[in-house]
C-alpha cells in the first residue's frame, strides 16, 4: 500500500491511497504520522467513516481526551465533540456581521490556548454539511515565523504573551471587530454558558514545538492581551502594542492559510502546536454536524499567571 500526499492550497496536505477500514500496521501508521508533523494540516477524503472508526484512526495520533468545555459531548461515544449548528444552541452563537447574522462564527485561535496546555491536535469528520457556507481555515504559524525578518525573529526571543479567556468577543483587544454587533443571547460571561474562568497565560513570543523542534510563532489573535512585561525587552507599552498589532497582521496573510469547504465524510486532522483555525460559520438555520476527537496535550507549552 503506499500513501499519496498532496499539497493543499497554500498550507498542508492531502493524504490518501488507503482504506480507513483495513488493518493499520504500525509501518502504516508511523509514516501517517510522520506526514502529519511534516503538513501540520492533514485531509482525508472519500473514507467510509463511522464514529468508532473515527475514535479508532484518531488514536493512531495520541491519547484522546475530553474537551473541558463540554457543552455538546455524544453521550454513545464520549470521545466525540459534536459541533452542531442549526439547532436550538444557535442563538448562542449568533451574532452580526455587517448587518448579516451568523452563526458560530470564530476568529483564527489555538485549542486551550487559554490553559497553558493545550491539545496535541483535533481531528474533525464531517457528519452534516451546507453547500457553501461553514468553511473551516487553517493557519501554519510555523511558515508564519519562518517568514518574519531576523530582528523580530530575535525580538520574540525576549518577550512572553499574555492571552485573558473572555466570553465578549468586543472585550478582545485583537481581533477584527469592524461591523460587528453580539447577538441578543450572546454569553457575557464564562458562566452564563457554564463555562470555567480560566486564569490568564503566558506563552513564549516563538514556541518551539515538542516533537519537530520548528520554531512556532506564539501569536494568534483571539484571546490575545498583551506582551508580559515589555520593558524586559526594552519595549514600551506602546511598542509592545504595536508590536502585537503587527503580528496578527502577519498571521492574517492568506499564504499561510487553507480554508476547506467540507464534503460529507471529510476528515481534516491539524498539529494544535503548530497551526491555528478559525469557523466562517453558517446563516441561521443551516444545519451543520461535525464529530471532533481531540488528541491529549502531554506538554505545558505556557505558564499560568498568578493571580492577584
Known amino acids: 500500500m503506499s500513501l499519496s500526499v498532496t499539497a493543499l492550497e497554500n498550507v498542508g496536505a492531502e493524504v490518501g491511497g488507503f482504506d480507513i477500514n483495513e488493518p493499520m500496521t504500525e509501518e502504516l501508521a508511523s509514516e501517517l504520522k510522520s506526514i502529519w508533523y511534516e503538513h501540520g494540516i492533514l485531509l482525508f477524503r472519500d473514507q467510509d467513516i463511522t464514529p468508532d472508526k473515527q475514535i479508532e484512526f484518531s488514536r493512531i495520533f495520541g491519547p484522546l481526551e475530553s474537551h473541558p468545555l463540554k457543552v455538546a459531548t455524544s453521550d454513545e461515544h464520549p470521545e466525540l465533540f459534536v459541533l452542531e449548528n442549526g439547532g436550538e444552541n444557535d442563538r448562542f452563537m449568533t451574532a452580526s456581521y455587517n448587518g448579516e447574522q451568523v452563526v458560530g462564527r470564530l476568529d483564527w485561535h489555538i485549542d486551550l490556548h487559554y490553559t497553558g496546555r493545550p491539545n496535541h491536535g483535533a481531528l474533525l469528520r464531517a457528519v452534516t454539511v451546507p453547500g457553501t457556507d461553514g468553511l473551516t481555515g487553517f493557519g501554519d504559524l510555523a511558515k508564519a515565523y519562518d517568514a518574519l525578518d531576523d530582528d523580530t525573529k530575535a525580538l520574540l526571543q525576549k518577550i512572553e504573551v499574555a492571552y485573558a479567556f473572555c466570553m465578549q468577543r468586543r472585550h478582545m483587544r485583537y481581533v477584527d471587530l469592524e461591523g460587528y454587533e453580539p447577538g441578543a443571547y450572546s454569553p457575557r460571561k464564562p458562566s452564563d454558558m ?27 489573535e ?79 507549552l505556557g505558564r499560568v499567571l498568578e493571580q492577584g
Not at 194 to 220: I, M, S
Not at 277 to 296: L, M
Open 194 to 220: 457554564k463555562f470555567p474562568d480560566f486564569p490568564d497565560t503566558a506563552y513564549p513570543g516563538v514556541v518551539t514545538h515538542p516533537v519537530t523542534g520548528r520554531k512556532v510563532l506564539g501569536v494568534v
Open 222 to 300: 483571539q484571546f490575545l492581551d498583551r506582551v508580559v512585561a515589555p520593558h524586559q525587552a526594552g519595549l514600551s507599552n506602546d511598542e509592545a502594542i504595536e508590536l502585537l498589532e503587527r503580528l496578527v497582521a502577519h498571521t492574517r496573510k492568506p499564504e499561510f492559510h487553507y480554508f476547506h469547504q467540507w464534503r460529507e465524510g471529510d476528515m481534516v486532522l491539524w498539529d494544535n502546536w503548530r497551526a491555528m483555525h478559525c469557523a466562517t460559520g453558517t446563516p441561521p438555520g443551516v444545519k451543520r454536524v461535525i464529530n471532533r476527537t481531540t488528541i491529549e496535550g502531554d506538554v505545558t
